[in-house]
C-alpha cells in the first residue's frame, strides 16, 4: 500500500464521471450480471469504461466520453436548448464542436446527462439508486485540486473576485454554484456601504437611530432589486435564460392516471393541479405546528433565563444560568430536525413533478422553521420581554415553586420588588446572533467536518491495521462487510485511487444550505439592525471569510458536485424580498419604541409607547416601504444589464439579417411601383375602352375601382378637385 | 345630391383604408404636387388608389391593396413575427398565404403597416399630420356597417357573449379592442356572484357586514387573479404573445444623441433613461398639485354643502343646497382638464421611445387625477365626516359670515347644538356614485355624442342650403372655406360617398378611456361597496347596457379603429390590484367604524373608535389580504390555461419532431455500442500487443485507460473482484 512509481496524484488521467457500484447486498451472479449489464449500457452511449477496486463492498467505475460521442451529445443538448429557446442562434453543427473548447461544466453536464437521461431522450437511462440500478450508489466527477489549490491561494490575496473569476467558478461548478457565489459576491461587496454607515452612525447616533433604520431600509430594497436585475444579466452572460423550462422529471413522482395528450399524441403521467393543492393546504397546520412547536420551546427556555438571571438569587445561580442555553441547545436542533422530517413526508406527498418544483416546496416549509429559531428570541426581547415584562415577569413565579427549596422567602420578595428591565438584553442578543453565532457556525460548517473527516480516515487506516492483526480471531462485529481490504492497485495508480476511494464517502454538496445561511444572515440585517448598526461590520468581516471557505468546504468536504444549470437563485429571493419587507415593520417598531432612551420608567420599560403610535409608524413605514420598492423596481427595469442589452443585439442581428433576406428576394421578382400602371399607351386606350364597357356591367364594387387606373390617373382627378375648389375661395376671396 | 340608381351603401366596395387629404391651408401647386407624391408612394408599396371629393378642403383617397403584395405584406409581417417569437412556426411562404382566409384585422394592420411603416421596414412611410404628411389628416378602414348591425341585434337577446363572439369582435377590430371586451365581459359575468351574494347580505345583514366585506375582498383578488390568467389564455388564443417586443418608435421621440450599437452597427437615436427617470421625478410634485388642487375644491364645496345642509337655516335654502353640486359640477372638470394637460405636458417632456411606454406613463398620470375624482368625497364623508365632523362643523361659522344679513343670530345658535351627523350620508354617497353616476356616466358617453351628431348634421345641411341660397351676398364668416360644396357624385356612389364623410368628421377612438370607466367602477366595489352591499347589483345591471352600448358607441360615435395588437390591458391591471389592495384597508375601516350601530354618540357619530383598534384591524386586513392574495397567485400560476397549455403542446410536437430528425439522422452513421469493441479475434491480439507496450511508454492518464479495452473486459475484471470480495466474505462467514 506505500506509494512507489510516480504519477501526479492531482491529475484526473481523463476520468470524466465515476460510478460506485456497490455489490455488497446482493447475491454474487446477479451482481455480475447486472455489473455487466451496466458496462454494457454505458458503453451503448459511446463512453469508455475502466473498472477498479472501491472499498470492500464496491466497485469503482470510470467512464470517459469518446471525442465523437461526447461531440454529438453536445450537439443535441444544444439542439435541445435552441428548441427551447435557452440558446438563440441556432448550434452549429455536430462536427464543427470541438469538445476541448467547450467549458468543464458543459461538458460534465452533457456526459452526465448521457449517464442518466431516459434512453428516449439519447441517454444510458441509469437512475443511481433507484429502481433497475439501486446498485449504482453514485454518479459524480472528481475535483480538479490543482486548480482548486490555486484559486484558493489567489483569493485569500483579494478582497473581490472579478467577473472573471465568478465566470471560471461556473465554467467548473456549473451555473447553480456560479449563482450562489455570485450572489455571495454581490451581497458582499454591497455591504460595503451599510458597514460604513453603520459604522458612523453607532458611533455618532448610537442604537435605534431612525436615520439608520431609513437608510438601511433603503438598501435592503436597493440591494434586493440590484440583485434581481443582476441575475438577469448573469442569465444573459451564462445563457440559462429559461432554463427551467428543460426540466426532468422527478423520478418519486407518482403519476395518477396516464393521460394520451391529445395533440402531442405523447403518453404521460398526470397529477392533477388542484388535487395537490389540496394537499398544500397541509402547510398551514404543519406551519402552525412549526411556529408553537418551536415558540413554546423558546419562550419557556426564555422565561427560565430571565427568572435566573433577573429573578432568582439562591444558591448555584452561576451554574444555573448555563441551564437556558443548554435546553435551547438541546432541544431546538431536536425539534427543528423532527419539523424538517414532518416538512420532507409532507412534500413527498405533495407529489411534485419536477425536481426544481419539489425543492421550492420544500425551501418554503423549511423555511418557517428557519425563521421560528433564527428571529424568534430576538422579537420575544424586543416585542413582549421589553413592553411587557413588568407584567409578564410576575408569573414566572411557576419557576419558583420548583427552585423554592433553594431560595429563602424574604430574599425572593425583595427580589421581585427590585426587578428591573435590562436594557441591553436586546443589543447583546443582536450580538450574539450576529457576531458569535456566525463565528460558530462558520466553524461548525467548515473546520469541525474537515477535522471529522480526517480522524475519521485515520481511525480507518487504524482499525484496518488492527483487523489485518487480529485476522482469523473469528470477529463477528461487522459479518457483511470484511474489513481487511487489499487493495490490489497499479503501483502508479495508488495515490490516485486512494484520492478517488476517498471523495466517494464525502457527502453530495448541496448549494441550497449555503443560500440558506447567506439569506438567514440578511435577515439580521433587515430586521434587527437598527439595534446595533455595527451588524454590517460583523457580516462584512464575516462574509470575507465565508467566501472563501465554502470554496474550500465545497473543495475539500464535499463531492464535487455535478454541474446543474439554473437561471436564479431560486426561492431564496422571494425569501430576501420578504424579510426586506418585514425589516421595514421591525424597524419602525424598534425605533418608535426604544429611541427615546430618556423616557424610560422606574423598571426600565419604556413608559409612553401609544398602541395607536406604534401601529401608525409602523403603516407608514410599510407602505413607505412598498411604494419605494415599486419605484425602484420600475426604475431598475428600466436600466438594462449589459448582457441583456448584448443579448438583444445579437438577437436584432439575426432577425434584421433574416428579414433583409426576405425582402430582397422580393424586391428582386416585382418593381410593386409600377404594378397598376399601363405599360404602354396603345394598351392603355385599349384597356380604357374595357374599362368603360365594364362600368356598366360588374358589380359596384369593380366600377368603383375601375374609374381610375394607376396612380397617375388618381392624381389628375385630385389635382381636378383641388383647383376646382381652391380657384373658387379665390374666385370669392377677390 | 339626390340619391338615384340603387347599390348597397352598407358594402365598403372593397376599401381598405381611406386616406384623408387635406388642401385647404397650403398654395395650390404645392397641395398638388404633395398629392401626387402622395399617390405615387402609395401605389409604390403596392397600392391602388381612387380619388374622390372629400369636403371643402380635403379629398378623399381609397387604397385598396393587390392581392400579390398584401400577400407579400402579411408574410413580411408573419416573418417578423415569427423572429420576435410572437409566432411558434415558421409562416408558410407567401405563394400559400389566401389572403381571404386572414381575419380582417390582420389584413387591415398590414395594410396599415404599409402604408404607415418607414421605407426601410417596408412601408410607404406616411406619417399623418407628421413632417412631410402634415397634410395627411387620417388614415382609417370603414365600419362595416352590416355586420355590425347584426352583431347588434343578436347580442341584445343573450346574456353572455360567446368566446366566438370575442374572437369576431377580435377578428374585426383588432386584439386591443377584443382585450376591452372580454374583460368587459369577464366581469360582467364575475358580477354574478357579489351581486347575489351582496343582495342576500343586504337582506339579512344590512350594511357595514363583516362577512360581506371579507367575501367581497376575497371576490376580488380572485377576480384580479383571474383575469391575470385569461390575460395569459387570450394572448395564446390570439397569437399574441410577447407582441409589446415589435413596438414602433414615437415619432415624436426627440433623441439627445445618436449612437452608433457597437454590436448591430445600426445607428439609432438614444435618450439616456436616467436622464428620463430624473424627468419622471416632476411626477411626484405633479400628483401632490392634482391631489391638493382637487382636494381643495371638492372639500371646500362638501364643507359648503354640509354647512347648507346642515346648519344654514336661513332663507332661500332650497336653492342655495344646489350651490355646492353646482360648484362641484363646475370646478371639478375644469381642473380636472387643466391637470390633464399638465400631466401630457409632463409626459411629452419625459420624452418616451414608444407609443406604449407613453401611454402606460400617461394613464398613470391620470390616474391620480381619476382617483381623486372618483373617491375622494366617500373619503371625504366616511373618514372625516363621520368621525370628526362634531369637532370641525364649529368651524364652519366660517361660511355663516357670508350669509349673516340671511340668519338670525339666536337661530343659528340653537341650530348649532343641534347639530346631528348624518348617518345615512355616506349611503346616500354611495348609491350616488354607483347608481346615478353609473347611469347618468352612460347617457353622456353613449346617447348625448349620438343626439349631437345627428344635429350637428342637420344643422351643417341647413346651413349649406342656406348659403347656397346666399352664395354671392358676399358673407365672409369664413372666408377660406366656402360653405357651398357641390359633390360631383357619380350617382351609385351618392350614399356610399355620404356615408364616408360623415365617418371623417367622426372621433378616433380610444380603447383605453373606456377601460378607465371599467376600473374607476371596480373601484368603488373594491372600496365602498360594505357600505351597501347592492353595489355589485347596480353593477351588474350597468354592465350588461354597458357592454352593448359600448358596442354601439364605437360602430357609431367613432371612426374605425385600427386594429392595434396588444396582449394585455396595459395598466389598468396594476390599478385593478392596486385598487383591490387598498379595498382591503378601506373595508376593514369601514366595518370597524360603522358596524356597531348602537353605539353612536349623541351627535350621531361613532364614540368608542379607538385609533389602535382601528389601525390594528387595518393592519389584519391588509396582511391577511396579501397572503391570501399570493396562495392565489400562486395557485393560479398551477392551473394552466387551455390555450396556454395547447400552445405548449404545439411546441412540443415541433421541438420532437426536430429532435427525432437528428436522433435518427446521428444513429445512421455509427452504432456507438460498439465503438469501443474490438471487431475481431487476430486484431484483438495485434492490439493487446500494442497494448502493452504502450503501457510502457505514454502518459499515466493513457495508460490507466489501456488497461481494460472495451466494456467486456472492464465486465470480466469487475466480476473478478466481486468474486474475489463475495467468496472472501462467504468464508469468513462460514
Redesign the interface.
Known sequence: MATTSE??AG?N???DFVVQ?S?GDVD?PK??EQ??KL??T?????L????R?GD??S?L??V?A?K??LK?AV??SR??DW???IRHAEPEP?DAIDPDNETEAERLRVIEHMITLPTHE?GAGITPQHGEWKNVMAVFPLHDQETNGQWMREWSQKTFLSEDDLDQIRNKFGESVGFYFSFLQAYFRFLIFPAVFGFGCWFLLGGYSIIYAIVNSLWCIIFVEYWKRQEVDLRCRWQTKGVSAVQTKRRQFKPEKEVR?E??G?VRGVFP??K??QRQLLQIPFALLAATALGVIIATCFAIEIFIAELYNGPLKSYLVFIPTILVSALVPTMSAVLVSIATKLNDYENHETNDAYDVALTQKVFVINFMTSYLPVFLTAFVYVPFASRIVPYLDVFRLTVRPFVSKEHSNAKRSNFQIDPARLRNQVIYFTVTAQIVGLAMETVVPYIKQHAFRKYKAYNKKRNGKAEGNGEKDS????LH?VFDD?A??VK?LTRVRNEVELPEYEVTDDLREMCIQFGYLALFSPVWPLVPCSFFANNWVELRSDFFKICNEFRRPTPLRSDTIGPWLDTLGFLSWTGSITSAALVYMFSGNAQQGPNGEPTDI???A???S??FSEHLYLAIQYVVQV?MI???PTNAR?ER??R?????R??ES??SA?NDD?T??N???VPGLSRAALEEEARQSTLQETD??E???M??Q???E??Q???G???A?????TK??Q
Chains 1, 2 share one sequence.
Open positions: 504519477t501526479n491529475s488521467l481523463q476520468v457500484y455489490f454474487q451482481a455480475i455489473l455487466q458496462l454494457q454505458l458503453a451503448g452511449v459511446g469508455q469504461t475502466e473498472v477496486q470492500e463492498a466497485l467505475i470510470f470517459r469518446s465523437n460521442q454529438r450537439y443535441r439542439v435541445r428548441l427551447y429557446g455536430a439519447g395528450d395533440s402531442t405523447e393541479a388542484t395537490r393543492m459479518p457483511e462487510r470484511p481490504v497499479p502508479e495508480e490516485f401609544k398602541g395607536w406604534l401601529l401608525l409602523i403603516f426604475s428600466k436600466l438594462e448584448k443585439a445579437e436584432y442581428l439575426m432577425r434584421k433574416y428579414l426576405t425582402l422580393q416585382e410593386p411601383a404594378a397598376f400602371e359596384p364594387a366600377r368603383f375601382w374609374r381610375q394607376g396612380w397617375k388618381s392624381a382627378v385630385g389635382t378637385i383641388i383647383q375648389q381652391t380657384s373658387g375661395t370669392k376671396q
